[in-house]
């Protein structure tokens, strides 16, 4: 019985360590599409016409004639580190989590994003693209708190 309970254990834990995946960055509780490629994904954001909408930090894109939307700015310094999860949840369902400092302009009167839906005509090949180049244009930053110290009378 004791046997049974330690083999038992060492299995659980084996197929839990397996399942572990070292680089937390590109993970989201285990979600993982196959690598991408980066450049292939800017491809896909100027076919997509993404910058009609979005700039990218360090990235200069052609202007759309006729077109003076408000944009949403996409990568550069951060606090938090965008996940693959979160990025790809924020390109097939863009209204899961919007940010309370986005302009009226992109938000609709209902509270969900005007962003367009893209998932009749984005493949999946082309949304791992788009992730990949994506991911590193966010900088994450260490905020430095300063403490106030008090004196002790």
């Known amino acids: 019985m004791k046997t049974r309970f330690l083999l038992t254990l060492v299995a659980g834990s084996l197929v839990a360590l397996v399942g572990c995946d070292p680089d937390a960055r590109m993970s989201e509780q285990g979600f993982r599409l196959p690598d991408g ?3 292939a994904g ?3 954001f100027l076919y997509m016409q993404c910058h009609q909408c979005h700039t990218v930090d ?3 894109f052609p202007a759309i004639p006729g077109q003076e939307p408000p944009y949403v700015a996409l990568g550069g310094t951060t606090t938090q580190v965008k996940t693959y999860g979160q990025l790809v949840s924020g390109i097939i369902n863009p209204s899961h ?3 309370r400092a986005y302009a009226k302009e992109v938000v609709s009167e209902d509270g969900e ?5 893209y998932n009749q005509h984005m493949t999946v090949q082309e949304l791992v693209d788009l992730v990949m180049y994506l991911q590193p244009k966010y900088d994450v930053i ?3 708190y300063r403490y106030r110290i008090y004196p002790t009378t």
């Open 113 to 117: 994003s005007k962003m367009y839906n």
């Open 58 to 60: 360090g990235e200069e």
């Open 97 to 99: 989590k919007l940010a």
């Open 142 to 144: 260490v905020p430095q």
């Open 37 to 39: 490629d980066a450049a």
């Open 42 to 44: 800017r491809e896909v």
